[in-house]
């Protein structure tokens, strides 16, 4: 072969050399973008998991302190009604409970 040829050939392979590392870095580059932009979505997600969760947290949370409010507003209700009921007759039931506890007075003390 002449020395035209062999350096036509020579140009050729380093023009194919660059054109395959000019490829392989665009590669590398695309490879390491969709990894950076997966970390990017992967982290949103994750923060948006995480809100959504501390909302409905949130939510169960004011919904327990409000059935908490209203069981204890009926149980003071409740209180209030047995009051009432029992308003009349404490002293009937203090006496009761003074005779059933204590033994009754000698014959002579009365």
């Known amino acids: 072969m002449n020395d035209q040829a ?9 023009e194919a050399a660059r054109r395959v ?9 695309v490879v390491a973008d969709a990894r ?13 998991g995480r809100a959504h969760a501390q909302e409905r ?3 169960a949370e004011a919904a327990a302190d409000e059935e908490a409010a209203r069981i ?3 149980g ?3 209180a209030a ?4 009921l029992a308003a009349p ?14 033994p009754p007075a000698p014959e002579w003390e009365r």
Request: proline residues 0%; glycine residues 0%; charged residues 40%.
């Open 21 to 29: 590392e000019a490829a392989r870095e665009r590669a590398e580059q």
């Open 89 to 102: 007759h404490v002293a009937d039931l203090a006496e009761r409970l003074l005779m059933a506890v204590l």
């Open 81 to 84: 009604q047995l009051r009432e």
């Open 76 to 78: 003071h209700d409740q």
């Open 6 to 14: 062999i350096e036509t050939i020579r140009r050729a392979e380093l």
């Open 72 to 74: 204890r507003t009926d």
């Open 57 to 59: 947290f949130d939510a």
């Open 36 to 48: 950076s932009e997966a970390s990017r979505l992967n982290k949103e997600a994750e923060q948006r």
